[in-house]
């Protein structure tokens, strides 16, 4: 396995974590446990021709919902921003290191995204303003940074199209990657970002009325959640590894969590697309979640944040 390969996901993590925009809310449905069915797709290529880690970072977004879904969820809902939810821009100045730094530009890209969901212009400014800075001390090309950004957000509500642009993005940075060093800096903001989007959605649900739907794609996060430890213990720098000893831990106490959610998938129907050479795989899911699990997910997920944002 070659660690250049995880490619610079530093240089587009604005548009992705659009991407990710975030799953979160209340309803009026007031049952405790859900158990929702539903068809999915999910598009592959010849997986023998992607590298490892890269198809690992796909895995870890691909069941992320679009920004459109996300949008008529929370809107629907009826969910509030709530500010207090994200990492104050003034923690910034409080972070130096490379580890720290690269984990907090992904928690801010999150909460930009999160910003931006709720049009709240004067913080989306801040905040981009401060991850502005950030990537100027990890020293990311912003130039290439930005057409990255405005491929991906032309794109943002085409998934595979997404993807796809990901993977070449991360084979068009192999070079950079290589002579700078950068590939544990790529999967901690990737670490970053993702545990912020889990925590904002968790500690969004209403305890009274949770939303069934948005648990149910919070319960399916426990497989970008395998990824991402496999992203994670791939990495050989020693600074990074002496962190994520520390921080290993807490990961998989979140994945005993996770685990308590019973996820079932039918049977596959393999489809081939002779003239684009894709291949659907169609399946159902059932996935049994209830409120509890989704407050158990909450509480190690806070652990970690705070270990972060500290």
Known sequence: MTHSRIKNYSLIFIAIFSFLVLFACNSSNKNEETSNTENEELLVDDISDVDTNNYKIEKIFYNVPSPIEMSHLTKSAGVKYNSALLNPTSNAEN???????????????????????????????????????????????????????????????????????????????????????????????????????????????DSNNPNH?????IAEQKYSLDN???????????RTKAFLSVMMPNLRNLELEFNKIKITRGEYEVLTNKETKKTSINSSTKIVVTFEHIKNINKQATIIRDLIIK
């Open 213 to 217: 739907e948005i648990m149910s794609r």
């Open 95 to 205: 972070y130096s290191t490379t580890i720290n730094l690269a984990l907090n530009l992904g928690i801010y890209g999150a909460d930009l995204s999160y910003c931006r969901l709720y049009d709240q212009v004067q913080q989306s400014i801040d905040y981009l303003s401060v991850i502005r800075t950030i990537i100027e001390e990890l020293k990311i090309p912003q130039e290439t940074a930005s057409r990255s950004i405005n491929k991906l957000e032309n794109n943002v509500n085409n998934r595979d199209t997404l993807l796809q642009i990901i993977s070449d993005t991360y084979g068009n940075t192999d070079l950079y990657l290589k002579e700078n060093d950068r590939e544990s800096t790529a999967a901690l903001i990737i670490f970053g970002g993702w545990i912020e989007a889990l925590y904002i959605s968790t500690s969004m649900l």
């Open 228 to 238: 991402l430890i496999k992203l994670l213990s791939s990495l050989n720098d020693k």
